[in-house]
């Protein structure tokens, strides 16, 4: 009797958290990663920022304002205390609240899936692949 192909694996979705130091170059360098698994009701991120490249982009750039924005897509995941409004929000909601488009430095990027036995591995391969 063989097995499904996917058994034992859940979907998932993630999004790129990109930086974009300056809007009107239109430049962004991937910075983290957001990882959503429903089934478990996982929500996750993992953030790396190179500030080299990112002074390559824009000697100027808020280095640390930057790497605040990053840590606080990471309360976010964690939800609870230093997580803002979304503190309440189940998994699902916290997650497409850090998704939604907006205009600031830090911007997630399209919305992914896949399936994956473990969202936590997932998410380090993906941003060891995509991010670092």
């Known amino acids: ?3 499904a192909p ?3 694996r859940d979907v998932f979705e ?5 930086v974009v130091p300056r809007m009107e170059r239109g430049e962004t360098m991937n910075a983290g990663v957001v990882l959503y698994c429903r089934a478990g009701s996982f929500l996750g991120a993992r953030v790396h920022l ?8 824009d000697p100027d750039a808020d280095v640390a304002g930057v790497r605040a ?9 964690h939800g609870g205390p230093g997580a803002g409004q979304a503190a309440g ?6 997650f497409r609240w850090l ?3 907006r205009s600031t430095v830090v911007q997630p990027g399209p919305v992914h899936s896949g399936l994956t036995a473990d969202p936590v591995a997932e998410l380090d391969r993906l941003l060891d692949m995509l991010v670092r």
């Not at 190179?50 to 982009?57: S, V």
């Not at 924005?69 to 995941?77: F, G, Y």
């Not at 929000?89 to 916290?94: E, K, N, T, V, Y």
Request: aromatic residues 2%; charged residues 35%; proline residues 3%.
């Open 14 to 18: 993630y999004a790129l958290l990109r």
């Open 69 to 77: 924005a990053l840590r606080a897509a990471e309360r976010v995941c």
């Open 50 to 57: 190179d500030t080299e490249r990112l002074r390559a982009l």
């Open 89 to 94: 929000d189940d998994a699902g909601r916290r």
């Open 6 to 8: 996917h058994e034992g």
């Open 99 to 101: 998704i939604a488009p």
């Open 1 to 3: 009797m063989s097995s």
